[in-house]
């Protein structure tokens, strides 16, 4: 598997705008248009920083997965991703050496990026994206 270096960093807030304005009036980010990926249950917008981004993350569902997050604990960081060359690749090579995975085969996420998650106990509690994008 070659990964080629941080995507991005999840950051699960309950008010994506307010968040927003702490990276974009503080830090001089500019803010990226906001997206919402239906089947996640996810509004996101995204901050570019070189070739990284900070990905806010607002439930649009009170069942949601970021809204389940922050309720147990909190908001703040909720995943990490790491750009792929080739995310089928980087999957079966996971699951050759054992790797529980939460996805077992790459689904769509923000941006247009294809995405799966490792499952947190394999990687000491974090929950790890692999990202490809285009």
């Known amino acids: 598997m070659k990964v080629k270096h941080i995507d991005h960093i999840g950051v699960a807030v309950k008010d994506l705008n307010q968040a927003a304005k702490f990276y974009t009036d503080i830090l001089g980010i500019a803010k990226q248009e906001e997206e919402v990926v239906a089947e996640q249950k996810v ?15 607002e439930s649009t569902e ?62 000491n509690g974090v929950l790890v994206e692999l990202c490809e994008r285009d």
């Open 43 to 57: 509004r996101v917008a995204f901050l570019p920083i070189t070739d990284s981004e900070v990905e806010l993350l």
């Open 62 to 123: 009170p069942d949601g997965p970021i809204a389940r997050f922050i309720e147990n604990r909190g908001e703040g960081i909720q995943h990490i991703a790491f750009r792929v060359e080739n995310i089928e690749e980087a999957l079966e090579e996971l699951k050759e050496k054992g790797i529980r995975l939460i996805d077992q085969h790459p689904r769509k996420g923000a941006g247009g990026a294809r995405i799966a998650f490792i499952h947190p106990k394999e990687t």
